[in-house]
């Protein structure tokens, strides 16, 4: 068996780039369907955990539910309940062939399922075209995780204001172990970049509440932060930090200009976090370089 694996990891790594982009952006294309459901599920399940978890401490008896899961029921039409055919269910095509449309009821669906699964195969395919010429393979698939795990809580977020913990923690314990495993960074520079970036959410958040006496920054804001933080460490973290700041800055101050007065709704901070990680990564360093050059 080990030289069959062995002849396989050969004739892979001989792929051309190309190819191997290719793949992964397929498996983006997969992913990013994947996605769709975890966004729309997973705070329904936790809704019914809460609700469980209330009726035990209450002394009741938990509600009885049928099984509602990432994987059942199998996914339906949400106005006529009709299972949605394996073939309707194909990343993008399924959306092209349909027009848009139920097969069964004709009800529109939301083009924002077809542009999530679009989004996450570019990702997927950039990540490979950076990681191929230095076959560090693994490492590729860390960060396209990493990747397609901020997209949905962004998505969630938008929707309801929450970042869960079931997608926060994990994707915490992943930067730290990928940097044990040498796929990120070495393991000081991710600890440091957690702690430093859960720290300042929480004085943030903490410094808000005493001057106004509402909550402005939620406990998964922090928590997000950290986990962000173990995949920039120390140094990208600040920078993930301002640019998130920025751009929730501006956005708020755009909504308010397009309603034509200051917005009191509460503005999800999540999403602004996940852009300023991208744009860390994408441009923190050539930042940081241009800084720090000398007469710079």
Not at 42 to 68: I, K
Request: glycine share 12%; net charge positive; with cysteine.
């Amino acid at each position: 068996m080990s030289w069959l694996i062995d002849a396989l990891w050969h004739d892979f790594r001989a792929l051309p780039r190309e190819a191997v982009v290719a793949a992964m952006a397929t498996l983006g294309l997969l992913v990013g369907s994947f996605l769709n459901v975890v966004v729309c599920r997973v705070p329904r399940m936790l809704e019914r955990q809460w609700s469980q978890e209330a009726a035990s401490w209450s002394g009741e008896a938990p509600p009885v539910a049928p099984t509602f899961n990432l994987a059942w029921p199998p996914s339906r039409c949400p106005r006529c309940e009709t299972r949605i055919a394996a073939r309707h269910n194909v990343p993008v095509l399924g959306f092209v062939f349909l027009r848009g449309r139920c097969a069964y009821c004709r009800t529109g669906i939301s083009l924002r399922y077809p542009l999530v699964e679009l989004s996450c195969g570019v990702m997927f395919a950039i990540v490979a075209w950076h990681f191929v010429p230095s076959m560090q393979y693994l490492a590729m698939l860390a960060w396209c995780g990493f990747g397609a795990t901020l997209l949905a809580l962004a998505l969630i977020d938008i929707d309801t204001r929450l970042l869960p913990d079931a997608l926060t923690l994990p994707l915490l314990w992943a930067g730290l172990l990928g940097s044990v495993a040498g796929l990120t960074l070495p393991i000081d520079d991710a600890v440091l970049g957690a702690a430093l970036g859960y720290g300042v959410m929480a004085a943030t958040g903490g410094a808000y509440r005493a001057l106004t006496g509402i909550d402005g920054l939620g406990g998964g804001d922090a928590k997000l932060a950290a986990a962000c933080g173990a995949w920039l460490g120390w140094i990208g973290t600040p920078l993930m930090l301002a640019f998130g700041a920025v751009a929730a800055t501006l956005a708020f101050a755009a909504l308010g200009a397009w309603r034509g007065r200051a917005t009191r709704e509460p503005l999800p901070f999540g999403p602004w976090l996940c852009l300023g990680a991208v744009a860390s990564l994408l441009w923190g360093e050539p930042l940081l370089n241009l800084w720090l050059r000398p007469g710079g």
